[in-house]
């Protein structure tokens, strides 16, 4: 019961940080009667994307969606596809906010690698954790 306690608190802390660095933007004062702009109004942006933190919430959430029924169809292992989610919305991002050239493609190459891990490793501290342990008690019977 404990461990599960910290794996929950481990997690929440987890998504706390990733939402915190979405709105860790920087915002003028407002003066008075003047309307607040600046806040995020949706979960995700181009501009969010197109940072290490978004493209790993997006990246983890986006291979969480299709790892099941990509495994029933092809063998890929999941290194591979967290690898190309992580480049292909880097791309994009960078497309989308400030224009895509070769030397920011091949820069998002090697930040996609920073994402990918970064997405495996919050799944591995997140949810492989929980899943062992109800693969565990599925199999004991309990």
Not at 4 to 14: D, E, G, K, N
Not at 25 to 43: D, F, K, N, Q, R
Not at 107 to 118: D, E, G, P, S
């Amino acid at each position: 019961m404990k461990k599960i306690f910290v794996l929950m608190a481990l997690a929440l802390m987890v998504s706390v940080f990733f939402c915190g660095a979405a709105v860790a933007e920087e915002i003028s004062p407002v003066s008075a009667g003047e309307a607040v702009t600046g806040l995020p109004s949706e979960p995700f942006s181009w501009e969010y994307l197109a940072t290490i933190a978004g493209a790993t919430m997006a990246t983890m959430m986006i291979v969480q969606l299709l790892k099941l029924p990509l495994d029933k169809i092809w063998k890929i292992p999941t290194r591979i596809i967290v690898y190309i989610i992580a480049l292909i919305i880097m791309e994009l991002a960078t497309q989308f906010t400030t224009g895509l050239t070769v030397n920011s493609a091949i820069l998002n190459a090697f930040n996609a690698v920073i994402v990918a891990l970064a997405a495996m490793g919050g799944y591995e501290v997140t949810l492989a954790k929980i899943e062992k342990k109800y693969k565990a008690t599925d199999s004991n019977g309990l």
